[in-house]
Nanobody
Framework: VQLQASGGGLVQAGGSLRLSCAAS????????MGWFRQAPGKEREFVAA????????NYADSVKGRFAISRDNAKNTVYLQMNSLKPEDTAVYYC???????????????????WGQGTLVTVSS
């Protein structure tokens, strides 16, 4: 599986962005998809995950109520809608695919097998 993330950019605090992650391969629908981020000088952290069919989602406490993950299996694409952005959301955002069970939405990066190249999100105050 190859992953290509896009949609990052510069936005003012309170604004919105939608990230996309396009995947290659016919088995996209059989992977849990996740978004992680890494801010300058910090370790990579979990943001959100969605199960195979989208029935389950999982969010980091820091983004609950502001971010929404979704997927379109027909388009082999996962999205991250980010609203009410804060300066502390500034980071490189990575999408990832994990060969997990049908309902799994693991927040652990070691449960993901494939990673995209990252897209930079910068939120100005």
């Amino acid at each position: 599986v190859q992953l290509q993330a896009s949609g990052g950019g510069l936005v003012q605090a309170g604004g919105s962005l939608r990230l996309s992650c396009a995947a290659s391969g016919r088995t996209f629908r059989s992977y849990t998809m996740g978004w992680f981020r890494q801010a300058p000088g910090k370790e990579r952290e979990f943001v959100a995950a969605i199960s195979w069919s989208g029935v389950n989602t999982n969010y980091a406490d820091s983004v609950k109520g502001r971010f929404a993950i979704s997927r379109d299996n027909a388009k082999n694409t996962v999205y991250l809608q980010m609203n009410s952005l804060k300066p502390e959301d500034t980071a490189v955002y990575y999408c990832a695919a994990g060969a997990q069970s049908f309902y799994s939405v693991s927040p652990n990066d070691y449960d993901y097998d494939y990673w995209g190249q990252g897209t930079l999100v910068t939120v100005s105050s």
